[in-house]
Structure formats: structure tokens, C-alpha cells
């Protein structure tokens, strides 16, 4: 597939970790496997590249921990995935518009199974999960195809921080100005105040903490 948006990386794993408030290694389990399991995420092309993080597996990893948070076990749901591969009838059925739906149900299903024993947490509620990953799913904006093409980053709310193939070539950015955060945090880094920042690039203050707070673990 040509489409930028499932072969261009734009993240490493420590920057998409970071963007969605996931522990690295967590991440970085997902992105390429363990032992005994291959990996969850759809990553560029080269796996030598140094940003091997592209827009589709960005959204894959946002809506894995929406589902961690809903009470699946993302360890286990490698052979649930074919499931839903099977239902939807596509490979990247973990940014399918209906996971939220149908998904869940199927999900739910495959957790009743043999193969599917132990993937959601006892005690789950099903329309907690659907609740959960529809939430989640809302702030994924999907093109006519069917796949994502914006997804803004719930971490950085109420800052609306968005990753779009079309803008700053994927690198994420203030919806409102353009302007990209790592640029942000750059100048902050670099001893900058949080109000010269904020005025330099016309955002608010709170959008220049936001910067500091999760890409360089500072408070501004």
C-alpha cells in the first residue's frame, strides 16, 4: 500500500510513547513483539528507520491502551485479532470506524472462547467497554476509505494537539496556529520563558505547559 499514512513514519517510539502517555517499554512491546507473541502495531516499511512510528500505528497504540483501559488485555489479544479480521474482512482492524460497534461484541465473544480465555479482566462490563473505545474512538477522524486520517491526542487535552499526514508532515501539532509542539518544548528547553514561548508562536500559556509537561517531563 502507497498511502503515507501506512508507510511514512513519523515518531520514534519514545516520542509516540510519550504523545500518548504510554510507558515506553509498553510501547515498545507492542511496536515489535515479544517471544511469544509478534507485534500489535503496523510500523514504516524499513524497520531501520529511525521514526518507524507512522500515523496508522500511532492510532493502533491509542486505541490498544483505550481498549488496556476498558479491561482488555492487550497480551492476549493477538489471536482475537484474526477474529476481527475475519468480521471486518481488512488487516488493520484495530482503526476499523467499527471496533467500537461490532467489535466489542466481538471481543466479547472471543473472551468466552478456549483460544480466548483471560483476555478481559473478570468483572468487565461489555457496555463499559463499549462505552470506553467509543469514547475514545470519537477524537479519530476517518477518511472515505475507512482508515484514520487525523487523530488528535487525548493526553495533551484540553490543548488540542492533532496528527495529520496532510500538516507539518504528521508531526503533531496545535490544531488552531500549526504549530508544532516539539518546537515548543525546543524553546523551553532551551531556557526560553513559558510567556515569551507562548507569545512567539501565538498559542496560549497552558498550551506552552502542556509542551513542557509531557514531552520534557517539566512543569513550565
Known amino acids: 500500500m502507497g498511502d503515507i499514512r501506512f508507510t511514512e513514519g513519523i515518531l520514534n517510539f519514545t516520542q509516540a510513547a510519550r504523545h500518548l502517555r504510554i510507558p515506553r517499554q509498553t510501547f515498545h512491546r507492542w511496536a515489535r513483539g515479544h517471544p511469544h507473541g509478534g507485534p500489535l502495531l503496523h510500523l514504516a516499511d524499513s524497520r531501520s528507520d529511525a521514526l518507524p512510528v507512522t500515523l496508522i500505528a500511532l492510532a493502533e497504540a491509542y486505541v490498544l491502551e483505550a481498549l488496556r483501559t476498558a479491561g482488555v488485555r492487550p497480551q492476549r489479544i493477538r489471536p482475537a485479532l484474526k477474529a476481527l479480521q475475519k ?5 488493520y482492524v484495530l482503526v476499523a470506524p467499527e471496533l467500537a460497534t461490532d467489535g466489542v461484541d466481538v471481543l466479547w465473544d472471543f473472551n468466552k472462547s478456549r483460544a480466548g480465555h483471560g483476555l478481559i479482566v ?36 484540553p490543548s488540542k494537539v492533532v496528527v495529520d499526514m496532510r500538516r507539518a508532515f504528521g508531526q503533531p501539532i496545535f490544531a488552531g496556529t500549526g504549530t508544532r509542539v516539539a518546537d515548543v518544548a525546543g524553546m523551553i528547553k532551551a531556557g526560553e520563558s513559558t510567556e515569551t514561548v507562548a507569545d512567539e ?15 520534557l517531563g517539566v512543569a513550565a
Do not use: K
Open 122 to 157: 473478570g468483572g468487565t462490563n461489555q457496555h463499559v467497554i463499549r462505552e470506553i473505545v467509543a469514547d475514545h474512538m470519537q477524537y479519530v477522524a476517518f477518511d472515505r476509505d475507512g482508515y484514520p486520517e487525523q487523530l488528535q491526542l487525548t493526553a495533551w487535552l
Open 201 to 215: 508562536f501565538g498559542i496560549s500559556v497552558s498550551d506552552v505547559r502542556a509542551s513542557a509537561r509531557i514531552l
Open 87 to 91: 468480521e471486518f474482512g481488512r488487516e
